[in-house]
């Protein structure tokens, strides 16, 4: 079946732009993470939902920072105010009830000029 | 915060060999993921594990909880093999997919 897909897959940008990334989960997946990973890094935690809730928003670097998931599928990313330390790849992940093994989209590469 | 420790950071081995990589980790785990990430490509799950050992094709995975150590192993290693693996548990306090990852294990498979 159609795995884990994310859009754009790359998206760059001007410092200062608002930015939206999108991630659609594996069907019937509850729980959706968004995790990113600058170069040469492993990735950090975001944001992990359970459903439409966020469960866990602790790894949210800041309030530019913002991730909704309205009906319980499709999730987006929010960035405001973008900065160039922002530049790094932004994976969305979803797992069958937060309990199974993950499984990663291809992520987005953002670049902030 | 849960620490996580991968070694060795960098691998080379010849076809054929058998490969181990090691993640420590500093607390108490529910689960351990071991993923896979090519370069320049999407990050693939191999195994999550909470006890004991799993096998699939030729890796298997084995966690020992009360020392808080796992190894990935790779039998009869292929140049299709090489790619970064990273060790990811849940971060100590938060939920499950609150994941802190290992630095990651570069692995060169040569012919």
């Known amino acids: 079946g159609a795995g884990v897909s994310q859009t754009p897959s790359n998206k760059v940008t001007e410092k200062g732009k608002y930015v939206e990334l999108r991630c659609d989960p594996i069907?019937?997946?509850?729980?959706l993470y968004w995790y990113r990973q600058s170069l040469g890094q492993g990735p950090e935690f975001l944001i992990y939902?359970?459903?439409?809730?966020?469960?866990?928003d602790s790894g949210l670097p800041n309030d530019r920072f913002f991730a909704v998931r309205p009906e319980g599928s499709v999730s987006t990313l929010k960035i405001q105010r973008t900065e160039r330390g922002d530049s790094a790849v932004y994976l969305c992940a979803s797992s069958l009830e937060g309990r199974d093994r993950v499984h990663f989209g291809p992520g987005t590469r953002l670049t902030v000029l | 915060k849960n620490e996580v420790e991968q070694s060795p950071q960098n691998l080379t081995a010849q076809e054929g060999e058998f490969i181990t990589i090691n993640c420590s980790y500093s607390v108490g785990i529910s689960a351990l993921h071991w993923l896979q990430q090519h370069p320049g490509g999407g990050i693939v799950s191999l195994f999550m594990?909470?006890?004991g050992k799993k096998k699939h094709g030729r890796l298997i995975a084995t966690i020992n909880i009360q020392e808080k150590h796992s190894s990935l192993h790779i039998t009869a290693s292929h140049p299709r093999d090489s790619a970064v693996y990273i060790c990811a548990v849940p971060n100590y306090g938060g939920s499950q997919g609150n994941l802190i990852f290992g630095k990651g294990t570069k692995l060169s498979v040569k012919p």
């Open positions: 594990l909470s006890s």
């Open positions: 939902f359970q459903g439409t809730g966020a469960a866990d």
């Open positions: 069907s019937g997946h509850t729980a």
